[in-house]
């Protein structure tokens, strides 16, 4: 009731990844004269634990010296096929966060998340090279130091430009036993019309946060993310504190636009982002949290993220789903080769471009459907019912 001074404030404070997934790996990748080298640095709930070819060691950071590629991954379930998921651009393994609760409770599965090179605590060389070449190589590559050269049987399911990469890795036969394959609002058409107006995107967003509560409000009242939930765990990998020195200022941020907005505009509110005049004023030197990535720097990239990108998704040889924001986002190749039958398709309930963020659960359903009619895996007792249609 109103006039009691009862606060309705909501909590934009972040939420540990352990609340979703059961470990976290540190996949290192050698190259050269290491390339044989590969371990795993997991942290399993609260324990932290290295293994290094089969045996515990102790001193990971003199490890990783001698290393180039360090994949953060984020894992769970034990048994049925591999769901491998691959987030979009800017983003990190933990979009997948609230996702992979929902769908691990729904059908016998594993789940592997990790976070793309250039994004979130993936720390490898070269960061700046986001072809789909390098990328879906990665994934071959984590996945195999990871479940060794026979893994299990794997379903790539990937999230705009993740779901580009996850098309590349099957179509390039980079790994053995895909079983099929799950596009999340990828289409090349509509990706390609909104290219030009990319940077406009990114330079309309703003620059830093004073801290990472901030952020995650931001994300909301912009609309980047609409599930809260997900918000307060997947911004974590999205932007990292930054130490500001006495005298520095702050990027003076640009109010957000409307291709961000996205309706959201009245909620947009400057006093959760780093001020200018706050900066210079501080005593001493401050944290602020700012992008992991300038996806802006990755300008070169976009077009061949894309391209082609419809046919290759037809061509795969593998059962295919592709899930969809809104039924115009579908191309002429996607319209022809639904029309023939040659993938599912399902248009979900409205909901913003990180489909799987905004409504974690239809999601979890539709890609239930599809692993339980192509009998992939089965559903857990405790879930089956009329909710999975291709069941019966």
């Not at 990998?237 to 291709?259: F, Y």
């Not at 996806?295 to 061949?304: P, R, T, V």
Request: glycine fraction near 8%.
């Amino acid at each position: 009731m109103k006039g009691h001074g009862v606060s309705t404030k909501r909590d934009y404070s972040p939420v540990s990844w352990s609340e979703y997934f059961e470990m976290m790996d540190d996949v290192v990748i050698g190259s050269g004269e290491t390339k044989d080298i590969s371990f795993t640095h997991s942290r399993i709930r609260d324990h932290s634990l290295c293994v290094y070819n089969n045996r515990c060691v102790y001193d990971y950071y003199s490890l990783t010296e001698v290393c180039v590629h360090v994949f953060r991954v984020y894992k769970s379930g034990q048994d049925g096929p591999l769901l491998v998921l691959l987030h979009g651009g800017g983003h990190s393994a933990l979009s997948w966060a609230v996702f992979t609760a929902a769908m691990t409770s729904r059908v016998t599965c594993r789940v592997l998340a990790m976070d793309l090179r250039g994004h979130g605590a993936t720390q490898v060389r070269h960061a700046d090279d986001l072809s789909t070449q390098t990328m879906s190589r990665d994934v071959a590559n984590v996945v195999r130091a990871t479940y060794g050269e026979i893994p299990p049987p794997i379903i790539l399911v990937g999230h705009n430009v993740g779901g580009a990469i996850a098309v590349h890795a099957a179509g390039g036969a980079l790994l053995p036993s895909v079983l099929g394959l799950v596009a999340i609002d990828v289409v090349e058409g509509s990706a390609m019309e909104v290219l030009h107006s990319m940077q406009n995107f990114l330079k309309g967003r703003p620059k830093s946060f004073k801290s990472i509560d901030h952020a995650i409000e931001w994300s909301v009242k912009s609309g980047q993310i609409r599930n809260l939930e997900s918000a307060k765990v997947s911004m974590v990998g999205q932007v990292r504190r930054c130490e500001v020195e006495e005298g520095d200022s702050a990027e003076p941020v640009s109010p957000v636009t409307e291709s961000v907005a996205e309706g959201h505009e009245e909620f947009y509110d400057l006093n959760y982002v780093t001020d200018k005049a706050e900066s210079i004023a501080s005593a001493e030197s401050c944290s602020v949290y700012s992008w992991r990535i300038d996806l802006s720097k990755a300008e070169k990239y976009w077009d061949g993220w894309f391209r082609g990108i419809s046919n290759l998704f037809l061509s795969c040889n593998v059962p295919k789903l592709l899930l969809l924001a809104g039924i115009d986002r579908l191309d002429r190749d996607l319209t022809i080769g639904q029309m023939q039958g040659k993938f599912m398709m399902q248009v979900l309930p409205p909901c913003g471009h990180a489909v799987h963020e905004d409504i974690p659960d239809k999601v979890a359903d539709a890609l239930a459907s599809f692993i339980i009619r192509h009998k992939f895996a089965e559903a857990r007792s405790e879930t089956k019912s009329s909710s999975y249609p291709f069941m019966r």
